[in-house]
């Protein structure tokens, strides 16, 4: 009992000092949108309507918020407090949630060793690092996958059920691991993503009746710059060819390769690879491959990856998009990694055709 005390204790200074800590970091573009957007919602005004957004964050500049309303689970609250706090706030509960995703992708490590080099090896990928400094929503939706992906390891689906709709928060980059991943729950799983759904749904349409009409204009306009600077085979088939039509054939090849294997981090990796509009920072999620396998190859392969991407673009003024090339490790190694059971899933299929 003193042991577990002592521990708690320990682990409450911890967050306290992360809390402190993070005052000498200045909040990024990203959260003064969201943090704007919980005070608008508190003051019953239109979070999506910019010039609501820049007077509430005077004289500080911001981006239009662009999220589906049902962010404002996280949002809302956080507009009670300044931004400085709020900030704090928001950058400590992203730290712990990081530490706590790793905890619940890993294998059993013995050793803490272990658990700390692949820590430490975590917070320095790129994407790790550019989700913190620009404060995005991309550390939670981390951290709810890595709960849909414990809960299905261990059969615990109402736990998956809810965790995989609370990272709807993240719509585009769950689009296809949502998809294949509800037919693999159960009936307690199915309920429970459909009671938190309904209740995030619900929270948003009592703040705001109307908002997807808005959120909907808004997500047309940020739509207009997709495929040339986004890390996906759309800003890659646009680099490659200035047309979209490389893109279409990937999507194709990508979707098929998910018929003969649909396990949960492939089919992550191969989403990653498919919305119209991503950033880097959504890359985080890669480390639910990496962490996943056995063995540290494809987390080392992309940290060392995500430093080489990042050199390549400050000297060449590339965008984001060259980071599409962390995505493509990471599928080349799964496939790898696969080959034998997708093999036998091909076979099946030429057996059943051929009949």
């Known amino acids: 009992m003193t042991r577990t005390l002592i521990g708690a204790l320990i682990i409450a200074l911890s967050i306290v000092c992360l809390f402190v800590l993070n005052s000498f970091f200045e909040p990024h573009y990203d959260f003064n949108s969201f943090w704007g957007a919980g005070r608008a919602l508190l003051e019953g005004r239109n979070p999506y309507d910019y010039e609501v957004i820049q007077d509430i964050l005077e004289p500080r500049g911001t981006a239009n918020f662009n999220y589906p309303l049902y962010i404002a689970v996280l949002v809302v609250p956080l507009g009670l407090f300044d931004l400085e706090t709020a900030k704090n706030i928001w950058l400590t509960v992203s730290e712990v949630l990081f530490i706590a995703s790793i905890l619940l992708i890993s294998r059993p490590v ?126 890659l088939s646009w680099h490659l060819t200035s047309q979209y039509w490389l893109g279409v054939i990937l999507l194709i090849g990508l979707l098929a390769t998910v018929l003969v294997n649909a396990e949960f981090s492939f089919v992550l990796t191969v989403g990653l690879l498919l919305p119209i509009y991503m950033k880097p920072y959504d890359l985080v999620l890669l480390l639910v491959p990496a962490l996943s396998r056995p063995g540290w190859k494809l987390l080392v392969s992309l940290v060392m990856a995500s430093y080489a991407l990042l050199f390549y673009a400050a000297i060449s003024g590339r965008g984001g998009d060259i980071f599409v090339w962390l995505t493509v490790i990471a599928f080349s190694y799964l496939a790898y990694q696969d080959r034998a059971a997708m093999a036998e899933r091909m076979r099946r299929y030429r057996a059943l055709f051929r009949r």
């Open 110 to 235: 013995r050793q803490s060793r272990n658990l700390i080099v692949t820590t430490v090896a975590s917070a320095a990928f790129v994407p790790t690092l550019i989700t913190f400094f620009d404060q995005q929503t991309s550390m939670f939706t981390l951290f709810l996958l890595a709960m849909a992906f414990q809960g299905l390891r261990r059969g615990k689906h109402a736990l998956g059920g809810a965790a995989l709709a609370l990272s709807l928060i993240k719509p585009q980059t769950m689009a296809l691991v949502l998809l294949v991943t509800l037919f693999r729950l159960r009936r307690r799983g199915l309920v429970a993503f459909g009671i938190t759904l309904g209740a995030m749904l619900g929270i948003a349409f009592w703040l705001m009746p109307d908002w997807p009409v808005h959120w909907w204009a808004s997500a047309r306009y940020i739509a207009q710059e997709a495929g040339r600077a986004v890390p996906t085979i759309w800003g």
